[in-house]
């Protein structure tokens, strides 16, 4: 089966609905942080990272240097990394001339959709989706800066939940037909709140040291003669 | 250029790069059985380290709302399937427990 322009843009849909909350949030915050309506949207079409931007704004306000800034970034989008190299094996090679453009608009969302979607992914597929999660990111943001302030505070915050449960939504059906999904997914939380409040770890990090480690005890543990049904 | 923009710049760059690599090294190369085992546990392993301990500070002025927010998406996403009407959903009944909570204040 074969995945093109409408099942892009259906997937699409909570994606749009999680991130432009968020994005209006961002755009409201840089307003109120200080920085013009320009480089509040420059910040959402150039780097379009809703955390990285978030901490950028709370150190921009806290007086941080550029340096620590940018590292902070780098450290916290590591994770799409190791997320680009799974999607990657996934994504066939007639998609490699569009890889530069595929590859900007990965984020934690697009990467869940489309590393769960079954059948083949076409480019058409993969930057539609993408198309929709930018377009709601970047609108958000413009919104937000222009318009924030007339959203009730509960509507805003009751949209905090909307990515938390797309994420849940994707989990459930694997977990489903699929024991080890759930292991691995539980045992990466887990792990992730010990190394995060236990040893106090930033956030970025402790993302990918859950993702790297139990990944690796899941290829120890399981058996050879497994063969993953990944469509 | 004024500091805010070579910000951004540097941003973009560090946010990009980190994206762009795996597509410029994995494509077209055959990888050993382990690894792409290990590459296809990411996403499950991804989700859970994105889900927890995230999910119980997604409205932190009210934990129980969220909580019961995912709830739903949970038991709708187990019964039914499809993710639209289960983040629809949450949001919906998180919206209602904080109207509960603190009626209608703007």
């Given at each position: 089966m074969k995945n093109g322009l409408n099942d892009g843009i259906i997937d699409g849909i909570p994606i749009f609905i999680g991130y432009v909350p968020i994005a209006i949030a961002f755009g409201i915050l840089s307003k109120n942080v200080g920085i013009s309506m320009t480089d509040s949207v420059l910040f959402s079409v150039l780097v379009f990272a809703g955390a990285s931007q978030f901490i950028a704004l709370?150190?921009?306000?806290?007086?941080?240097?550029?340096?620590?800034?940018?590292?902070?970034?780098?450290?916290?989008?590591?994770?799409?990394?190791?997320?680009?190299?799974s999607l990657a094996t996934k994504i066939t090679n007639d998609l490699k001339r569009w890889s530069p453009l595929i590859a900007f608009g990965i984020t934690d969302e697009v990467f869940s959709v489309a590393s769960f979607k079954k059948g083949i992914i076409t480019k058409k597929y993969i930057l539609s989706l993408e198309f929709l999660a930018y377009i709601a990111w970047v609108s958000g943001t413009v919104l937000g800066y222009l318009a924030g302030g007339i959203l009730p505070d509960m509507v805003k915050s009751s949209m905090g939940v909307a990515l938390y449960a797309m994420f849940v939504a994707i989990l459930i059906p694997e977990a489903k037909k699929y024991n080890k999904a759930i292991i691995l997914a539980i045992?990466?939380?887990?792990?992730?709140?010990?190394?995060?409040?236990?040893?106090?770890?930033?956030?970025?990090?402790?993302?990918?040291?859950?993702?790297?480690?139990?990944?690796?005890?899941?290829?120890?543990?399981?058996?050879?003669?497994?063969?993953?049904?990944?469509? | 250029?004024?500091?805010?923009?070579?910000?951004?710049?540097?941003?973009?760059?560090?946010?990009?790069?980190?994206?762009?690599?795996?597509?410029?090294?994995?494509?077209?190369?055959?990888?050993?059985?382990?690894?792409?085992?290990?590459?296809?546990?990411?996403?499950?392993?991804?989700?859970?380290?994105?889900?927890?301990?995230?999910?119980?500070?997604?409205?932190?002025?009210?934990?129980?709302?969220?909580?019961?927010?995912?709830?739903?998406?949970?038991?709708?996403?187990?019964?039914?399937?499809?993710?639209?009407?289960?983040?629809?959903?949450?949001v919906l009944v998180s919206f209602l427990l904080l109207f509960m909570k603190n009626g209608f204040v703007f």
């Open positions: 709370n150190l921009l306000f806290l007086g941080a240097g550029i340096g620590e800034i940018v590292l902070t970034t780098l450290m916290l989008n590591f994770r799409h990394f190791l997320m680009g190299a045992l990466s939380g887990v792990t992730n709140t010990l190394f995060r409040y236990g040893f106090s770890m930033p956030q970025g990090w402790s993302i990918v040291i859950s993702i790297l480690l139990v990944s690796f005890l899941g290829v120890i543990f399981s058996n050879k003669e497994e063969v993953l049904k990944y469509e | 250029m004024n500091s805010q923009l070579l910000l951004i710049f540097s941003m973009m760059l560090v946010t990009y790069i980190p994206r762009l690599l795996p597509f410029i090294m994995i494509l077209e190369k055959k990888l050993p059985s382990r690894l792409v085992k290990f590459l296809q546990y990411i996403p499950y392993t991804a989700l859970g380290a994105l889900i927890i301990p995230g999910v119980f500070s997604a409205i932190p002025e009210m934990p129980q709302a969220s909580i019961l927010g995912i709830g739903f998406s949970f038991v709708y996403a187990w019964y039914r399937g499809g993710i639209i009407v289960s983040v629809l959903g949450s």
